[in-house]
């Protein structure tokens, strides 16, 4: 099985500074089909899972320019350029290519110092 | 707007059923593999079960393999999860999932 990894697992931020999550994989994420599945998710207290990300890089609708996300073969990062308020919660990024079986990492806390 | 809305859950037994929904609307339902994820109090995210766009191939872990069947409804846009012979480590919010999310809905399996 894939195992994600996620660092830090908490992460304090000042409003207005910029954040970034690691995540790692067992095994490469690149699929047969030349893509990687790798997607980012927020989740805020109480709420509905958000995605983020997909495809490493690909911004879902509505998602603010301020995240972006990078990396390939087993090494991704999650950046937020200005972090605001409304982005505390945890961050999870997890693993599509080894389909049917999704993995995730284990969560990153982004709380406002 | 993608939405998927859950229902279903709530409170059983050790040994008795559920059966969880997720009504879909904003793709095309049919299109779409479709996953079921859970999270236990205090635990990580666990892929739970996965079903083709057609309803034909499904996949579970093999912490359910056996108790529980996923099934879809691609007239209704709708997913299913049958759970049966539920364990009280069964105990968890259930996510279907298309990449999208839905809101969740709670098991609680006790005696």
């Known amino acids: 099985d894939v195992v994600m990894t996620q660092s830090p697992l908490s992460l304090p931020v000042t409003l207005g500074q910029p954040a970034s999550i690691s995540c790692r994989s067992s095994q490469s994420l690149v699929h047969s089909d030349g893509n990687t599945y790798l997607n980012w998710f927020h989740v805020r207290p109480g709420q509905t899972p958000r995605p983020l990300i997909y495809k490493v890089s690909n911004r879902d609708s509505g998602v603010p320019d301020r995240f972006s996300g990078s990396g390939s073969g087993s090494n991704f990062t999650l950046e937020i350029s200005r972090v605001e308020a409304e982005d505390v919660g945890l961050y999870y990024c997890m693993q599509a290519t080894h389909w049917p079986m999704y993995t995730f990492g284990p969560g990153t806390k982004l709380e406002i110092k | 707007e993608v939405q998927l809305l859950q229902s279903g859950g709530g409170l059983v037994q050790p040994g008795g059923s559920l059966r969880l929904s997720c009504a879909a609307s904003?793709?095309?339902?049919?299109?779409?593999?479709l996953s079921w994820v859970r999270q236990a109090p205090g635990k990580g995210l666990e892929w739970v079960s996965g079903i083709s766009g057609n309803g034909k191939m499904t996949y579970y872990a093999e912490t359910v393999k056996g108790r529980f069947t996923v099934f879809r409804d691609n007239s209704k846009n709708t997913l299913y999860l049958q759970m049966n012979s539920l364990r009280v480590d069964d105990t968890a919010v259930y996510y279907c999932s298309s990449g999208y999310w839905g809101q969740g809905t709670l098991v609680t399996v006790s005696s």
């Open positions: 904003g793709f095309t339902f049919s299109s779409y593999a």
